[in-house]
């Protein structure tokens, strides 16, 4: 399918993936992104693409960002899941007081976030803001953030939670008060570089925290821009799908590629195989089938569909999982017809494989949690 080409951030996302799939084996054999391939994400936009206009940024719709993540990811998944996963933490940044984004856009839009989504350390509260010490695994981007967003659980604040659980916070440390633990040895997504952060008794002032309940409903400080009006539950796995739509184009343009010159042990063109032919077919329908799902639940967000308010609760994460079952079975039959040369490790197509399905188990793309929880809405909606 063709990807709109409507902003700077599309048209740029092109040569970041021509420029990361020239790193890519780079990028496995370090555990992390090159330099450069680093600087090309941020200069492409992506980090100050849902920075508030206020602070210079773009405050950029979904859509735009989803498309420009399905190019990168047809260079290399890392790069795309980087790109993808630092704009959405400068999302999570406009939801700060505004002391707080004066600080970390303080020398411009494109400081690069990294952020921990699930709690974890402890958050004392002190004069003037918090103490904040531990660990937060998987942390994709941290060796190249400016400031990382540690989420941590804070029982003594109210919470609203239903299931009595405590209330959490966001607090963003700048990178000269955390430190790296080398911890990522992935079978897949390798070049992510989502090593564990670690801060150790560190004093993080009022300005700079936020209640993780501000993002789930949707309440920025300061802006009125669409992006920053969307509740969590709307976006949730929108960043971690859209870099696999992606891979597995390029896995299937890397298996077209080869493809055309193999032949089989009785000489004949692999490429003229009737059941060559519908294996490609089936993985390109797989793939767009999952395009569209993922451009849905983006449109959603935007603003430009408006499902009933009980039904988007639920259907963009339910689509997301579904998304990503197509993609993965995409990508491993692709990988099944490669043939045993498809297996090399410098073959563009296993690592894609390797990306996509190991990107498949974060717990936000499971089928059996989102589609419990669409069919629950659902049933109950028709009592």
Known sequence: MAYENTSTIVTRAAEVAELAARHAEEAEAARRLSAQVVHAVRDAGFARHFVPRAHGGTAGGFTELTSAVFLVGEGCTSAAWAASLSAY????????????????????PDALLAAALMP????????????????????????FADWALACAAVPDEPSADPDGRPAVRYFAVPAADFTIKDSWYSV???????????????????????????????????SDARCHLVPMHAVNSLPFAAPLVGAVRGATRSWVERTGSRVDRRGRAVAELPATQVSLARSAAEADAAELLVRRTA?????????????A???????????????????????????????????????????????????????????????????????
């Open 188 to 222: 897949g997504m390798r070049g992510t570089g989502s090593d564990t952060l670690v801060l150790a008794d560190v004093l993080v002032p009022e300005h700079r925290t936020l209640a993780r309940s501000a993002v789930h409903a949707g309440r920025a400080t300061g």
């Open 299 to 311: 449109a959603v967000a935007d603003g430009t569909e408006t499902p009933s308010e009980g039904e």
């Open 120 to 143: 974890s350390g402890t958050a004392e509260r002190v004069p003037g803001g918090w103490r904040l010490s531990g660990e937060w695994k998987y942390i994709s981007g941290v060796h």
């Open 313 to 383: 609760a639920v259907r963009g994460a339910r689509d997301l999982a579904l998304a990503v079952e197509l993609l993965v079975s995409a990508v491993d039959r692709v990988f099944r017809t490669s043939g045993t040369s498809g297996q090399s490790s410098t073959d563009p197509v296993q690592r894609f494989w390797r990306d996509v399905n190991s990107a498949a188990s974060h717990v936000a793309l499971s089928f059996e949690t989102t589609g419990a929880a669409y069919g629950a809405w659902a049933l109950s909606a028709r009592r």
């Open 89 to 108: 933490a400068g999302r999570y940044a406009a939801f700060l007081p505004e002391g707080g984004q004066e600080e970390i856009w303080a020398d411009g």
